[in-house]
């Protein structure tokens, strides 16, 4: 029962190259940080990662992706990149866009065992006719694009059906946890954890801090320790704001 690892890169050395990672985060809020920098150090290749967002140039998964660790991402946003836009562009890197909305359900079906499910987001639109460039060749003709997607009408109202996501491996921040496994994430910091989390057939969580068993109260407990199969207290979190605002 005890699931505690010692570091970072014992937690996730065993990740292979080729394998999908369900990555937890928004934006640069509730990163797995220390995580990401042992798979960077470990250098695993030709990654498939389901994030919100690829973090920025220097930052989050944006350091796999500057060295070419990442070969597909099935994200929400990627607005914060230019290294990102310039594998995109130039075929380097396969991109799937998926409504925000949309990546979170698949995320939850995938992990409650749902195989696909209706909803009426993109219907009518590239999401459900297809066409959306997903992989773009060197001369900047579209190399791959994605496909038609099934589309039924209920009450008047067009639905497109959207298919659930796993993956092999999850990696997730939380900030407080015990050695059981269970775990309690921080405000706006719990964002795609929780749904990664159950997604993966192994889930590797980092934490602030590792308590006892039995100090969590259980109504307080995000994800059960059934979820997860490793954790790991991290360490030096940077924690960065993306855009900070200060008034005059």
């Not at 394998?19 to 937890?24: P, S, V």
């Not at 990662?49 to 989050?60: A, I, M, Q």
């Not at 992706?65 to 380097?92: A, C, T």
């Not at 997607?149 to 639905?159: A, I, L, Q």
Request: net charge neutral.
């Amino acid at each position: 029962m005890n699931k505690v690892v010692k570091s970072a890169r014992d937690a996730v050395a065993d990740i292979p190259s080729g394998a999908t990672i369900l990555a937890g985060g928004f934006g640069l809020c509730g990163i797995p940080e220390n995580a990401i920098r042992a798979l960077a150090e470990l250098g695993p290749k030709e990654l498939t990662f389901v994030s919100n967002n690829c973090g920025v140039d220097d930052f989050g998964l944006g350091i796999l992706l500057r060295q070419k660790q990442i070969k597909k991402m099935i994200s929400s946003y990627v607005g914060e990149n230019k290294e990102f836009e310039r594998q995109y562009l130039s075929g380097e890197l396969e991109v799937e866009l998926c409504p925000q909305g949309t990546l979170a359900e698949r995320l939850r079906a995938g992990g409650a065992g749902i195989a696909a499910f209706f909803t009426p987001t993109g219907a009518g639109t590239a999401v459900s006719d297809g066409g959306l460039p997903l992989q773009y060749a060197a001369d900047g003709s579209v190399a791959k694009a994605s496909p038609k997607k099934e589309v039924r009408e209920w009450d008047g109202r067009s639905y497109v059906l959207e298919r659930a996501i796993t993956g092999d491996y999850a990696i997730v921040k939380a900030w407080k946890g015990d050695r059981f496994g269970n775990l309690v994430y921080r405000h706006t910091a719990m964002n795609f954890n929780p749904m990664c989390a159950t997604a993966a057939k192994v889930t590797i969580a980092e934490v602030e801090e590792i308590v006892e068993v039995g100090a969590l109260d259980p109504d307080h407990i995000h994800t059960p320790g059934i979820f997860v199969h490793r954790i790991f207290q991290g360490q030096s979190f940077e924690k960065r704001i993306e855009r900070r605002t200060v008034s005059k």
